[in-house]
Structures are given as structure tokens and as C-alpha cells.
């Protein structure tokens, strides 16, 4: 059974860093993309990066650009957002997510993820 689970979130100060972790059970990560989504309060869910774990070729929006990075260990199955200089519009839940892409390979951000992360909230305050 195919299962992400997401770890590490909680409440940091502006400025602060944390590092979201998605452990993949079920399956290994070759021929994955795996993304990171967010979703606050009244707001709608957004994809803020995403990596194919093939060749590694990762992508970012511009609201985090410059301050998150995502890497993969396929090895381990596992998953990392390091988030940095986080502000205080970075709080939400934050979902990581998986695509299988076989052989029909894309960018990683113009997939649908079909499976899901139960999701770890951040908040980022004072």
C-alpha cells in the first residue's frame, strides 16, 4: 500500500528555519515526482515545489524561491523540504504529494499527484 507520511513541522519564529520531511512507504521513488503543497486558513492549496526523483530536476514558486530547498533520497525514500528565512505568510499545512510518471516524463509541476500526505502544520509567529 502506497502511503506518504510528512514530519518536522511546528511553530518557529520569522526568520527560523524548518525541515519537512515525507517518508514514502509502498513504493520506491524511481520513476516519482514528489511535491510539496500548502494550504492556509480561507486560502486555496498551493504547490510551492516539486522534484523528479529520477534526474533530480526540481522546480520552486517565487513565493519561496531563494528560501526553500527540496531534495530526494531515494535510498532512504524519503523526501526533505529545508525551509528557511520563513515568514509569518508561510504558516499552513503543508502536504507532500506523488506522482508515478513511468515513461511519460514532464515537468514535475505539470502533473496531477494522485497520492497524498496526511499533512504537518507550520506556523511561523512571534
Known amino acids: 500500500q502506497l502511503q506518504l507520511v510528512e514530519s518536522g513541522g511546528g511553530l518557529v519564529q520569522p526568520g527560523g528555519s524548518l525541515r519537512l520531511s515525507c517518508a514514502a512507504s509502498?513504493?520506491?521513488?524511481?520513476?516519482?515526482?514528489i511535491a510539496w503543497f500548502r494550504q492556509a486558513p480561507g486560502k486555496e492549496r498551493e504547490r510551492i515545489s516539486c522534484?523528479?526523483?529520477?534526474?533530480?530536476?526540481?522546480y520552486y514558486e517565487n513565493s519561496v524561491k531563494g528560501r526553500f530547498t527540496i531534495s530526494s533520497d531515494t535510498a532512504k525514500r524519503t523526501v526533505t523540504l529545508q525551509m528557511n528565512s520563513l515568514k509569518a505568510e508561510d504558516t499552513a499545512v503543508y502536504y507532500c504529494?506523488?506522482?508515478?510518471?513511468?515513461?511519460?516524463?514532464?515537468?514535475?509541476?505539470?502533473?496531477?499527484?494522485?497520492?497524498w500526505g496526511q499533512g504537518a502544520q507550520v506556523s511561523v509567529s512571534s
Open positions: 504529494a506523488a506522482h508515478y510518471y513511468g515513461s511519460a516524463y514532464e515537468p514535475c509541476y505539470a502533473y496531477a499527484y494522485e497520492y
Open positions: 509502498g513504493f520506491n521513488l524511481n520513476y516519482y515526482a
Open positions: 522534484i523528479s526523483s529520477g534526474d533530480g530536476t526540481t
